[in-house]
């Protein structure tokens, strides 16, 4: 199971950390994906990482801006996203790809969380 936490508001230039710790069976390797979608849009691919921790992977939109990191330790994967826009602004979603490769199609994914929400203001 993973859940999402960190989401908020935040003005334009801001910056939010979310965190996607996962419980139950972690013995599994897997790579973690990052979603989003905005009211009105499909969700679109933000950034993976493998179970080791690399490769990462971001979406050309968040490149510069956001990092994807993860604590093996506590078995948690971050991202941090800084110079927020008010396009940024969806639900944020976290997600296991079971090939263990880190793909950038949603239906590739499984065991989603269940969101958080962050709002960029202009």
């Known amino acids: 199971q993973l859940v999402e936490s960190g989401g908020g508001s935040v003005q334009a230039g801001g910056s939010l950390r979310l965190s996607c710790a996962a419980s139950?069976?972690?013995?599994?390797?897997?790579?973690t994906g990052w979603f989003r979608q905005a009211p009105g849009r499909e969700r679109e691919f933000v950034a993976a990482?493998?179970?080791?921790?690399?490769?990462?992977y971001h979406a050309d939109s968040v490149k510069g801006r956001f990092t994807i990191s993860k604590d093996s330790a506590k078995n948690t994967v971050y991202l941090h996203m800084n110079s927020l826009k008010p396009e940024d602004t969806a639900v944020y979603y976290c997600?296991?790809?079971?090939?263990?490769?880190?793909?950038?199609?949603?239906?590739?994914?499984?065991?989603w969380g269940q969101g958080t929400r962050v709002t960029v203001s202009a």
């Open positions: 990482i493998r179970w080791r921790g690399s490769p990462k």
């Open positions: 997600a296991a790809d079971f090939s263990g490769t880190g793909r950038y199609n949603s239906r590739d994914y499984s065991n």
């Open positions: 139950g069976d972690t013995t599994s390797n897997y790579a």
